[in-house]
């Protein structure tokens, strides 16, 4: 029988797997924003972006209330004709 050799432990690779610098902390430091980051909080949809992600939106409501009435349909149905019949 043989010596099992010790696990080996994997060293410090250098990367950051959560970010620990959070406001509130005591060792929390702000990070300057780049040019670039301000411009991003300002960006304007155009008309036909905002139409576009609009008509999305009704599009995902109306499959929702499509898929939730042909449950409720199917469901009537169902106690009409086979569940509650004489």
């Not at 909080?41 to 008309?47: G, I, V």
């Amino acid at each position: 029988m043989g010596r099992k050799k010790p696990r080996e432990i994997p060293g410090d690779d250098g990367e950051t797997v959560v970010n620990m610098n959070v406001e509130g902390m005591p060792w929390y430091v702000p990070k300057k924003r780049t040019a670039e980051q301000e411009g991003a909080e300002h960006y304007q949809m155009t008309r036909e972006e905002l139409r576009t992600y609009k008509w999305a939106a009704v599009k995902a409501g109306l499959t929702i209330v499509l898929v939730f009435g042909t449950v409720f349909a199917a469901f009537i149905a169902f106690c009409d004709f086979i569940w509650f019949r004489k």
